[in-house]
């Protein structure tokens, strides 16, 4: 038996990425905040650390998407907090229901 479709065309073989990642990325960095925007073309993510008792945050990470990429993302993020409720139980969002996401 052939892995052809019907009509016989043969699916595209899967495509392997390596990934790399350097030192000082791969220690990554604590962010207890976001705040997201976004214009016809594209999304930007910031991810910010706000230290405790303090009213400034600093952005340590700047994500700028495409629109389409932002739906991906967006899709594995709910993926992956789906797997890790299943496995560890649900998350309790505490206070608010918006949480330290900036609009």
């Given at each position: 038996?052939?892995?052809?479709?019907?009509?016989?065309?043969?699916?595209?073989?899967?495509?392997?990425?390596?990934?790399?990642?350097?030192?000082?990325?791969?220690?990554?960095?604590?962010?207890?905040?976001?705040?997201?925007?976004?214009?016809?073309?594209e999304f930007v993510l910031d991810a910010m650390f706000l230290p405790p008792q303090t009213t400034t945050a600093k952005v340590v990470?700047?994500?700028?998407?495409?629109?389409?990429?932002?739906?991906?993302?967006?899709?594995?993020?709910?993926?992956?907090?789906?797997?890790?409720?299943?496995?560890?139980?649900?998350?309790?969002?505490?206070?608010?229901?918006?949480?330290?996401?900036?609009?």
């Amino acid at each position: 038996m052939s892995d052809e479709k019907p009509g016989g065309t043969a699916p595209p073989p899967a495509l392997k990425i390596h990934v790399q990642l350097d030192e000082n990325m791969a220690l990554g960095e604590y962010v207890n905040m976001a705040r997201i925007f976004h214009n016809q073309t594209e999304f930007v993510l910031d991810a910010m650390f706000l230290p405790p008792q303090t009213t400034t945050a600093k952005v340590v990470s700047r994500l700028i998407l495409s629109p389409v990429h932002a739906k991906f993302l967006f899709r594995a993020l709910g993926q992956n907090l789906q797997l890790y409720e299943q496995k560890f139980g649900e998350i309790q969002l505490g206070g608010g229901d918006s949480g330290p996401i900036l609009h």
